[in-house]
């Protein structure tokens, strides 16, 4: 029997997992299982009681969660190229670039998602989950000490981690009329280098096109 990972592209967690993946030249590793039953169903929650996407069935049936174990293990299962740098700074870098991501910039990423499905008007509402979220990406600007990879060479789990949730911090600077990467160079010009990648470039579209086919689902 195959790994299976349940998900979709739709989650920068999930798609964090697939890019993991793809850096390994392992696409294959994994059969992709969707989410049996959609998100929030009784049958989703007997394969991951935690209820969220992404996990990983290995070959016996173990389920692990959490996007960043899962990068691990396959880190550990695949070790070439390695994801983490041995140089104990440049570790400790990209861990920090990671832990912020999924600390302050994607939980800060939530009241702008429900923004945009609720249509809230401009005011202070809107200007506090904004300024909450410049508080976020300001955490991150000040400590980016990761360099963008070249190309498709060099990709660490500080690229696999920010690349997926970069899709949305731009997507919801565009939606609610700020420019995120204004006044934070270090993450611009990581952005920018990164972006300049067919890994990458790939990954976005794939990403886009699971939003419109979501949208559309959706009416
Ligand atoms: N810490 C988790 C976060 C995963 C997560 O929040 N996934 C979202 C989709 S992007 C989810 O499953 N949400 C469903 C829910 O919260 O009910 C990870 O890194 O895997």
Excluded at 74 to 93: G, K, N, S, V, Y
Excluded at 155 to 175: E, K, Q, S
Aim: glycine share 8%; aromatic share 10%; proline share 8%.
């Amino acid at each position: 029997m195959t790994m299976k990972l349940y998900g979709g592209r739709l989650s920068p967690y999930y798609e964090r997992v697939m890019i993991v993946l793809d850096i390994k030249g392992r696409p294959d590793a994994v059969e992709e299982a969707g989410v049996p039953g959609e998100l929030g169903s009784q049958e989703y929650r007997a394969i991951n009681p935690i209820g969220k996407i992404p996990a990983l069935a290995l070959e016996d049936g173990t389920i692990i969660p959490e996007s960043a174990v899962i990068c691990r293990y396959f880190d550990r299962i695949f070790p070439t190229p390695p994801l983490i740098p041995d140089d104990a700074r440049a570790m400790a870098d990209v861990e920090l670039a990671c832990r912020i991501a999924d600390l302050y910039v994607a939980p800060a990423l939530v009241p702008l998602f429900q923004a945009t499905r609720e249509g809230w008007e401009k005011g202070e509402r809107l200007d506090a989950a904004i300024a909450d979220f410049g508080a976020a990406l300001d955490h991150l600007e000040h400590y980016m000490r990761v360099s963008p990879p070249a190309g498709n060479e060099g990709w660490t789990l500080a690229d696999a981690t920010l690349l997926p949730i970069f899709f949305y911090v731009a997507m919801m600077g565009a939606r609610h009329g700020f420019d995120p990467f204004a006044g934070r160079p270090r993450i611009s010009e990581w952005y920018r280098g990164i972006m300049e990648s067919d890994r990458a470039q790939a990954s976005h579209a794939g990403m886009q096109q699971a939003l419109q086919a979501f949208l559309a689902a959706r009416g």
